[in-house]
């Protein structure tokens, strides 16, 4: 089956972002198409290299992206591997998509045998990672929240509180950002008395920080993304002491 370059939304494109596999993004300047030669070159890469994920941002669409990566005038090509830029190229050649590519390729390790000689990488592969918010109840608090294995940011928010709605697109680009590191969690406390209560949530929205399944932090309002991406950072940091 021919793979392509896909055309990839901020949710998409995060996931890939945060996945084991290499990244190549084409993103544009205002929204424009790759050129014809480019786009063959990306559609080339895709097919050839069926580990690396090839993506089209449009920053038309997609405008935080023109941020992120610091995008100007024209196109830029990046090459994304574990959680970092290994390359960049501003006003990319097909020529350029295609050595990112082999150098991307490069970077992918020869999978494991056993002694049997059999594949161990779908034995290794990581489990789904939440990209998006996860509603969790009353009953399924403990098992995902409590005993998940990723620190969780737990928002409890109601469907008529204003300021929840405010937070709630944030949380949601976070959680993209942050799949794999951070979970974050919704809690209706409309739906779900019993925690609002035992938590002794007062307002909402309030955020809560969980890690090792111990309350780390707690805040409410509507805070801004700086104030709650400091505070991702500083719950993925924090360490722990043993008991």
Known sequence: MTRNAVKADAQMANTALHSTSPVML????????????????????????????????????EPAFKERFSVGKHAVLIGWYNNEVISRRQRPWATDVQGTAEKLAGLIPEPEQDPNGKDKTEENKELPVDNVPVHVTDADFEKEVINHELPVLVDFWADWCGPCKMVAPTLEKLAGEYAGKVRIAKVDVDANPGLAQAFRIMSIPTLMFFKEGKIVGQTAGALPEPTLRDALEQLVALEIPAE
Request: charge should be negative.
């Open 26 to 61: 084409w993103i544009s300047s205002n929204g424009e198409s790759p050129p014809t030669d480019v786009r063959k070159a990306l559609d080339a890469a895709a097919n050839d290299y069926s580990a690396l994920e090839v993506l089209i941002i449009d920053t038309a669409a």
